[in-house]
């Protein structure tokens, strides 16, 4: 399944997306969905165990992602004890997501910037504790995260050459970030009369 990915296009979701008809989905060409499991201090999303059955049910390869609300380390470091904890509760193993598991990290409602937490070292910090818990637990994970972010906030070296980048860049061009192994190239994806995060597969997501 994994080696067929690159060059397929999927969308990610969470419950903000409400009810998705996955067939409909699965019809329009879409080869994958990356689910949102949860967020900050184990907030389960939603809609997680309906999307993972009804995008599976469809025939779609999954990936899931987490965003993150932690200020520190040892609050990413929680974070992704419930997320590896929720997925072993659901059965789904790191072999079940050949579209990888996410860390979520960004800024989109400004919580970090409003909590002081702007310098990209720390920010960086935060990946790395998150990272590290996953691959402890069997969950490699990779780093989801605006263009922008990736090229001036965070210390992507750091994270090191085998750690999977998602780049959101919403543009007509390609992405521009090197070896971005999954690339979020539109909020305004149209699958029947509804709007969704659209993405392309670039290369191998996840990490057995």
């Not at 929720?86 to 409602?109: N, Q, R």
Request: aromatic share 10%.
């Amino acid at each position: 399944m994994t080696e067929e990915l690159p060059g397929k296009e999927g969308i990610d979701v969470s419950e903000h997306n409400g009810p998705v008809d996955w067939e409909t989905v699965r019809a329009s060409g879409m080869a994958f969905a990356v689910l949102r499991l949860g967020y900050g201090r184990r907030h389960l999303d939603g809609r997680f165990a309906e999307n993972v059955e009804g995008a599976r049910d469809a025939g779609l390869a999954l990936g899931v992602y987490y965003y993150s609300y932690a200020l520190d380390e040892a609050m990413a470091e929680a974070e992704a004890r419930f997320l590896t904890d929720t997925l072993a509760a659901h059965d789904l193993g790191i072999g079940d997501l050949p579209l990888g598991v996410w860390l979520d990290m960004e800024d989109a409602d400004g919580f970090k910037a409003g909590c002081g937490l702007t310098d990209g070292a720390a920010l960086t910090d935060l990946c790395c504790a998150f990272l590290d818990v996953c691959g402890r637990r069997g969950y490699p994970a990779g780093v989801y995260a605006s263009f922008d972010w990736l090229e001036n906030r965070l210390e992507t070296a750091r994270l090191g050459p085998d750690v999977p980048v998602w780049c959101a860049q919403w543009t007509d061009g390609d992405c521009e970030w090197p070896d971005a192994a999954l690339w979020q190239f539109t909020d305004r994806l149209e699958i029947g009369g509804r709007r969704f995060d659209g993405n392309l597969c670039l290369g191998r997501c996840g990490r057995e």
